[in-house]
């Protein structure tokens, strides 16, 4: 149990928090009742469903109502992303002009910075339609005052909501484009998520939905792996937290991007199948975030309850993932000053360093260097498809690479993978 886990305990406990929510639908705390146990700032930041404390259970969630108050109740407040894996097929190329100097495109660490380079490379214009999007807001700001229905966590066949009113609650906005004819508010993640908080689109779309009279469009940006992922959504009823629709969805690339089954096959002809390490057997069924923490990790070493707090994990999800990189040889465990870290391998970071098209393939190599996808990617090359599940679990159990209390819950990572592989291919 995190730090932050137990702190909410207190709280509950102290507030009766979880009966009166019941009782009255919702319940109000203050940043000062918060920050008798720890600062609000960290006590209250939860971007992905995974991240909610424990004794939120899988119904309660907060909101921010004014800059020192916040509500919780039984919200629905977050939104799953589409599965990347089936979407790299419609990636687009898109290039810095020479003249720049200063930019590597290698090195692109930040959200910050992402956003500045998708600017640069033209990638908004191209994904909105519209030309000459230039920044015009960002950081901190007063959302103003609003009021908006919020549905519940769902139960049963029906789903109630509750109206909420803000007052003057902080909104970050990481960049706000406008032409003459919208205003894009852009959030900005260089991590993988499985699902993002809704607020963090609506309360600015909120605040400036106010104050201006252009059309307003919602963009959240994901940059990992070199790829620029945007995702445009719209709010149905403004006055509905969770009206949120996707409109469209694009991957953009600075480098070659073309990855053919001609190249998967001459990889897997190429491959020399290694002894099995000594290391659990994969359950990480998203290799993008194997990715996305294999990129994090090159910057710093982390402990198992930062990974978790930077992916939105519980610290058990942390363990699943960092051994998917030892499983590959990406990432290792080391002994320092601070305790037990997890680095990125010499391997991992010579890798990350590779071109777009020749990192995917190199990517490929170290998981096919594992009997079992070696053999189960061999189907597909001559079937065309994933094999399903009923048999990727009965050539686990043949090569005896878990437990059999494990065997089905990994099958779905070893499917994932698989996937992830065959999703390469854009021509």
Known sequence: MSLIDEKWEILFEKHNIEHEIKKNGLFYITADQIREVKEPRLMTKFDTRESLPAVFGRKIAILPV????????????????????????????????????????????????????????GILEDFLGEPHMVQTVSGRMSSGSFG????????????????????????????????????????????VHSNFLIRQLYYPVRLWNGKINKQIRPVFLVYSNNIFRLLEYEFMDINDYNSLNLVQEKNYSLEDIEITWEDLQDIWKKTRIKPEPEV????????????????????????????????????????????AGRYLGLMEKRNGEEGVKAHITSAGRR??????????????????????????????????????????????????VCGESLVERRASSVRGWLYWIMALVNS
């Open 66 to 121: 004014t800059r020192g108050k916040y509500v919780l109740g039984e919200f629905d407040l977050y939104q799953d992303f589409p599965e990347m894996v089936s979407d790299i097929k419609q990636m687009k190329g898109a290039k810095i002009p020479d003249y720049y100097e200063t930019i590597d495109i290698n090195d692109i660490r930040s959200e910050a910075n992402a956003i500045n380079i998708m600017s640069i490379a």
């Open 351 to 400: 890798l990350l360093k590779m071109r777009y098209k020749e990192r995917q393939l190199e990517y490929v190599r170290l998981i096919l260097e594992h009997r079992i996808f070696y053999e189960l990617f061999e189907t597909i090359l001559k079937g065309g498809k994933a094999p399903d599940k009923k048999t990727i679990a009965a050539k686990m159990r043949e090569m005896r």
């Open 280 to 323: 659990t057997f994969i359950q990480a069924d998203s290799f993008p975030k194997v990715i996305s923490l294999a990129e994090h990790l090159a910057e710093e070493p982390m402990i198992a309850a930062e990974i978790a707090e930077l992916f939105g994990f519980k610290e058990r999800q942390s363990d699943y993932y960092f051994n």
């Open 148 to 191: 908006f229905y919020v549905s519940h966590s769902k139960s049963g066949d029906y789903q109630t909501k509750s109206y909420i009113t803000v007052e003057n609650s902080q909104v970050e906005i990481d960049g706000g484009f406008e032409n003459p004819n919208v205003f894009s508010v852009m959030e900005g993640k260089n991590v």
